[in-house]
């Protein structure tokens, strides 16, 4: 039902409350990330206790997403994202307010749980808003938006942990949450927003959710403590245990969707390799940037000595060159050269990553500008990337497709950070020095560049045969 002429007005207003609680989300997934130093200096725990102020929000973002979307659907967006945003505001104040690391790891998760109800709605509910070609405008800003909420988010958390305000030093990267939080609520509370849910409303997969959850966490859980809190033998046992538990989803899913009813994952995604080679190419894609956006902070602060300014600083060649050559690459890129841009992104990136990786053994005095390239490559890739994994869908499977996608985005993230952040660690702990470690993990990192690259190649669809080759196969079959 169409919004009435005199509230049309608003609807700007309410799209700008929607984008900015998206923005919050995305910018709460990486704003930690050069605090991260400071906060465990100030509370204490583990030096693993870095890390899980990553992930413990990742890991449940990536969880709960495609659950938080079934939810809108049931009981209605609008609802569910006013119950989220009152969530994430909530877990905000407690993350400011935490006294200790395991109090400030156990908000963060109820903040990834928060914003896993937020994002799936937005879609949806600008939908219900706008029409036309105001709601192709509307719509056309949510990539920048979170594109921007992604570049952003670590260079805010540097300068606001720096800037020490009324003494709060990284309490305000959160604080700052429950002010746009309100202002979201209210305006989203109001009567140009109006509920809207889908037609057929689907049936929840509790019991996959469940398998996801656990699974994911038994892969994360030895990544990030590795030796230090578990006996020898433990960390292979939860891996393996995780990934069966992952394979037992799996099977779950099929056979829901065997018996007629509505799985947690669309299994008409899988009916070919390109949709599985996208989810793979994404999970690597991002545990390679998110994990060494880390390293590279950690490098700064705990290898040298330095500030949390120094280490964002340190830091920022990264997203400036992602923000121009995504920039660049969105007004260029057409269907036909996607391909070539996105491969030639991962060339220039894993070239960056190289240049970094020399920077590091030779006391890194272009550690800059390799930073920068491997920003530019970032957002080479990453454009087209997006566009190619949902180019051949069929419109019922695009939005479980995001959804899905997204999740597997931030469970790279979590991984990233949990494998490379351990592997900068325990290398700087054995002793080699800072440089050597981050080496180390850059190192690595181009390992699973390198796969990422073969799983995006399996992302390109067969070339389809022309007429008359297809004639002669059909002929040279009739013959035998």
């Known amino acids: 039902m169409p919004v009435p002429k005199a509230a049309c007005r608003w609807r700007w207003l309410v799209l700008g ?12 997934a990486t704003i930690v990330q050069v605090a991260a130093p400071v906060i465990r200096a100030g509370l204490g725990g583990p030096e693993s ?5 990553s992930s413990a929000y990742t890991l449940p973002f990536a969880a709960f997403l495609i659950l938080g979307g079934r939810l809108g659907d049931l009981i209605g967006r609008r609802r569910v994202f006013l119950i989220g945003v009152a969530g994430f505001a909530t877990a905000s104040l407690c993350c400011a307010l935490a006294p200790t690391a395991g109090a400030l790891i156990g908000a963060r998760a109820l903040q990834g749980t928060a914003a896993a109800l937020i994002i799936p709605q937005t879609i949806g509910l600008i939908r219900s808003m706008f029409d036309g070609s105001e709601l192709a405008r509307a719509m056309g800003a949510i990539g920048p938006v979170m594109g ?9 958390g540097a300068a606001l942990t720096h800037a020490d305000l009324f003494g709060s030093s990284w309490r305000s990267a959160f604080l700052v949450n429950v002010p746009l939080a309100v202002a979201v609520a209210v305006l989203a509370a109001g009567p140009v927003m109006r509920e809207d849910r889908a037609a057929r409303a689907p049936r929840l997969d509790l019991p996959g959710t469940g398998l996801v959850v656990l699974g994911a966490g038994l892969v ?3 990544l990030i403590e590795g030796g230090a809190a578990l006996r020898p033998g433990w960390n292979a046992a939860l891996l393996v245990a995780g990934a069966l538990v992952l394979v037992a989803f799996g099977l779950h899913q099929r056979g829901r969707a065997r018996r007629g009813r509505v799985p947690l994952i669309e299994p008409s995604l899988f009916g070919d390799r390109v949709f599985p080679a996208a989810l793979a190419t994404s999970a690597l894609l991002f545990a390679v940037t998110n994990g060494l956006m880390l390293v590279v902070v950690l490098q700064v602060q705990l290898g040298l000595g330095r500030d949390v300014l120094s280490a964002g600083l340190t830091l920022l060649p990264w997203p400036v060159g992602m923000a121009i050559s995504a920039a660049v690459v969105g007004a260029r890129m057409t269907p036909g050269n ?18 970094a990786l020399a920077a590091y053994l030779a006391a890194y005095p272009w550690l800059a500008v390799a930073l920068l390239v491997s920003g530019a490559g970032n957002g080479m890739a990453t454009v087209p990337f997006f566009t190619a994994a949902l180019a051949r869908l069929r419109p019922h499977q695009v939005g479980s497709a995001a959804g899905l ?20 660690l325990h290398g700087l ?5 800072a440089n050597a470690a981050a080496a180390l993990a850059f190192g690595l ?22 007429p008359e080759r297809r004639r002669a196969a059909e002929s040279e079959l009739s013959r035998l």
């Open 17 to 28: 409350a929607l984008l900015t609680a998206e923005a919050m989300n995305v910018l709460d």
């Open 49 to 53: 206790a870095i890390q899980w102020f």
């Open 148 to 156: 921007l909420s992604v570049i952003l988010g670590p260079i805010l």
């Open 220 to 222: 994360v859980y030895p």
């Open 338 to 355: 996607r391909w070539r841009i996105m491969f030639a992104g991962l060339a220039t990136l894993f070239a960056g990553l190289l240049g």
């Open 405 to 424: 996608l997204n999740a597997v985005q931030q469970f790279g993230g979590t991984l990233g950070i949990a494998l490379l952040g351990s592997v900068f």
């Open 429 to 433: 702990g054995g002793g080699p020095g």
């Open 445 to 466: 990192a181009l390992v699973l560049l390198a796969a990422t690259a073969v799983a995006a190649a399996f992302m390109r669809p067969p070339a389809r045969r022309s």
